[in-house]
T-cell receptor, first 115, second 114 residues
Framework: AQSVSQHNHHVILSEAASLELGCNYS??????LFWYVQYPGQHLQLLLK??????LVKGIKGFEAEFIKSKFSFNLRKPSVQWSDTAEYFC?????????????FGAGTRLAVHP | NAGVTQTPKFQVLKTGQSMTLQCAQD?????MYWYRQDPGMGLRLIYY???????DKGEVPNGYNVSRLNKREFSLRLESAAPSQTSVYFC?????????????FGPGTRLTVT
């Protein structure tokens, strides 16, 4: 079955700490992966996406993610977090079913960054 | 461009009442989606419309119906609301069915059913 697992449900960091959020997926087809961010009270916004080529993908606001096919992983990283990175982060995989493409989302990781 | 808009932003219903959540996008996207977001469960797909004139069930369709009124608008209807439908509802759109396309989300509707 198609699924996305985000193992860290809550992460608390101090400013300037490094961040890595785990994402593992289960999908047998061509892999297209996404990270979305939801700031408090706001809608989801795209951080970055992978669909082919360089497995290290750079996104907005200094975030990056690495696609490791052998590990079925797409972990999100940032070298130095800021208070403004406090948000919930969702990993998603595109899955095809019945000829249509849909996004399957993980449960999300809530990040709190303390000054 | 306003992007994806949703109305209302907040709604309180009593068990058994009905209502329709409205969604519109002005990006000329072909595909539209309805999700519900519950704590610890991420976003779960309720219904989607791959293109104008088509709708399909997602992961959690029970208790909901949808209408793709035209290319711009995709509404979600609760015929008889239940407390289990208390959630935040997000509408999203996507340019087409290409697998690498991202989805664009609306601001959400926070629904409480008492």
């Amino acid at each position: 079955a198609q699924s996305v697992s985000q193992h860290n449900h809550h992460v608390i960091l101090s400013e300037a700490a490094s961040l890595e959020l785990g994402c593992n997926y289960s999908y047998g087809g061509t892999v297209n992966l996404f990270w979305y961010v939801q700031y408090p009270g706001q809608h989801l916004q795209l951080l970055l996406k992978y669909f082919s080529g360089d497995p290290l993908v750079k996104g907005i606001k200094g975030f990056e993610a690495e696609f490791i096919k052998s590990k079925f992983s797409f972990n999100l990283r940032k070298p130095s977090v800021q208070w403004s990175d406090t948000a919930e982060y969702f990993c998603a995989v595109n899955a095809q079913s019945g000829g249509y493409n849909k996004l399957i989302f993980g449960a999300g990781t809530r990040l709190a960054v303390h000054p | 461009n306003a992007g994806v808009t949703q109305t209302p932003k907040f709604q309180v219903l009593k068990t058994g009442q009905s209502m329709t959540l409205q969604c519109a996008q002005d990006m000329n996207h072909n595909s539209m989606y309805w999700y519900r977001q519950d704590p610890g469960m991420g976003l779960r797909l309720i219904y989607y419309s791959a293109s104008e004139g088509t709708t399909d069930k997602g992961e959690v369709p029970n208790g909901y119906n949808v209408s793709r009124l035209n290319k711009r608008e995709f509404s979600l209807r609760l015929e008889s609301a239940a407390p289990s439908q208390t959630s935040v509802y997000f509408c999203a759109s996507r340019p087409g069915q290409g697998a690498s396309y991202e989805q664009y989300f609306g601001p959400g509707t926070r629904l409480t059913v008492t």
